[in-house]
Structures are given as structure tokens and as C-alpha cells.
């Protein structure tokens, strides 16, 4: 048990919330209200095995990184507080989690699911070889509310795809904030990324137009999909904490970027489901 806790606290389990808001955003969008109690627990089930598979193979792939930045090397397998056998077992039992899950979900969630897996497994080595690896990590969160949307209806509509597409650019953009923690290191250690090809500040200009482009996306969501005007609320509210967000890191300040990533943003998916489920209920 001590093990498993540490594992959870190694993948930060608590932040799941990013995803699941959106996979049941999707599933209340393809359902036209609740989905029922056997898609939801599936959803559920299925977002944190597909999580904690990403989470563990990402500390795994990058251990020899992470053994050399000064701000990573006290995390659980590089200190010596888990072993990587023990993630191992931890990933191959999520990965089956996942793979079970989307069993129960439908035949398409089946077929699909080792795309979405190559997906969200993928991101880890992007950083090798690509500054777009910001926009990779934003594909594999955008397939949450489309994954939802998918479990309820067995098809794959625009309204969905807009929404899929704005939480890539949403990801994408708060991603790039993230990684201007990293820009010496990453550039000492021949790794990508917009911060480290780019500088701070064009990087958060960057950042700024995603989040921008994102807001579009999900307006155009709730009209493609005839959304009623509490979904807009929601929106709305996103769009606030983005700008929020981007305000804390202005100029960039990048002391408080750990309240920008993970606060801020687990807040943003939250509005986004439940101007989704008020929209519903108007």
C-alpha cells in the first residue's frame, strides 16, 4: 500500500481532474443529458487507467533526464523511493484497466483504443524531437471529450470535434507555460520545446494565441452543437481563468507557474463541463 501510494503521488493521480471534466463533457454532449450510471463508471474507469498509463510511462522514459534537472531529480524514482519494476507492473495494470474499460464502452472504444494509447504514450518521446511536443500532449487530452462522446454514441459528430480541437490548443498553450521552467536544461540537454527554441517571453505569446484560438473553439462547440446560453457561461468562465492564468505568468514571472498550471487549469475543465451539463438542464 505504501508502494501504491507513492506511485499515485509520483503520476499526481489527483490530477486526473484535467481529463475527466472533458471525457464526460463529451459524453453529455453525445447523450443530450446524462449518460447513465454504466458509461459513466466506464468513463471514469477508463480516463484513469488511460492517465495513469501516460503518467507512469512518462516518469519512466524520461528517468535519465529527470536524474539530472535540479528540479525533477527529488521525484520518486530518481531518489530512490520507488523502483522501476514497481512502476512497471503499475503501468501494465493501468494499461489493462484502459483496454478493459473501453471493452465495456463499445466495439468502436475497443478498436480504437490502442491509437489512443500510441497517442498519450507517444507525447513522451516527442520532447526528443520535435517543439511541437506541446501540440502532441494537446492531441492526446483532446481525445477525452471526443473519447466520450464516442462511448455514448458510437460515432464522432463537429460539435465534439470542436471541442476536441480547443482542449488541444488549450492544452498545448498551457503546456508551453509549464515548460518555460526547463529552457536552460532543455537546451543543455538537446530536448525541444517552444521556451527552449524560442525564449520566455515569444513563448508566452505563443502561449496567449493558443488560448485564444481554444476560447473560438469551444464557442463554436456550443453553436455548432445548439447549445443553450449556460454553456456560454461556462465558457465564459474559461475564458476568464485563461486570461487569469496568463496574467499570473506576465512578463514573464515564472515563480508562481505551478498555481497557473495545475490550479488554474483543473478549473477550466470544471467550467467547461458544467456550462455543458447546464446547458442540458435549461
Not at 151 to 169: H, Q, R, Y
Request: glycine share 10%; proline share 4%.
Amino acid at each position: 500500500m505504501e508502494t501504491l501510494r507513492c506511485i499515485l503521488r509520483m503520476i499526481k493521480f489527483e490530477h486526473t481532474l484535467f481529463a475527466l471534466p472533458l471525457a464526460y463533457a463529451g459524453a453529455v454532449m453525445g447523450a443530450g443529458g446524462w449518460p447513465g450510471w454504466w458509461k459513466s463508471l466506464f468513463i471514469l474507469l477508463a480516463m484513469a487507467g488511460a492517465r495513469s498509463a501516460a503518467m507512469s510511462f512518462n516518469r519512466l522514459v524520461d528517468l535519465p533526464f529527470d536524474e539530472k534537472n535540479p528540479r525533477t531529480k527529488a521525484r520518486e524514482i530518481p531518489s530512490g523511493q520507488l523502483k522501476k519494476i514497481a512502476v512497471w507492473c503499475f503501468w501494465w495494470c493501468s494499461v489493462a484497466l484502459f483496454f478493459l474499460s473501453a471493452l465495456a464502452l463499445g466495439r468502436w472504444c475497443l478498436y480504437l483504443s490502442p491509437v489512443a494509447l500510441a497517442v498519450i504514450l507517444g507525447y513522451s518521446y516527442a520532447k526528443r524531437f520535435t517543439w511541437a511536443c506541446h501540440i502532441f500532449l494537446g492531441l492526446a487530452l483532446s481525445l477525452s471529450p471526443a473519447g466520450g462522446f464516442l462511448a455514448v454514441t458510437g460515432t464522432i459528430k463537429w460539435p465534439v470535434v470542436l471541442l476536441s480541437l480547443g482542449v488541444l490548443f488549450w492544452v498545448a498553450g498551457f503546456d508551453i507555460i509549464y515548460a518555460c521552467q526547463d529552457v536552460s536544461f532543455d537546451r543543455e540537454m538537446g530536448l525541444w520545446s517552444i521556451p527552449a527554441s524560442m525564449g520566455h517571453i515569444p513563448a508566452l505569446r505563443i502561449s496567449s494565441l493558443f488560448h485564444l484560438v481554444a476560447f473560438l473553439l469551444f464557442v463554436g462547440a456550443g453553436r455548432t452543437g445548439g447549445l443553450s446560453w449556460p454553456y456560454y457561461a461556462g465558457t465564459g468562465l474559461a475564458g476568464a481563468l485563461l486570461l487569469w492564468e496568463h496574467h499570473i505568468v506576465s512578463g514573464g514571472n515564472l515563480d508562481r507557474i505551478e498555481l497557473a498550471f495545475f490550479t488554474v487549469n483543473s478549473y477550466v475543465s470544471v467550467s467547461i463541463l458544467a456550462g455543458v451539463i447546464a446547458a442540458y438542464l435549461v
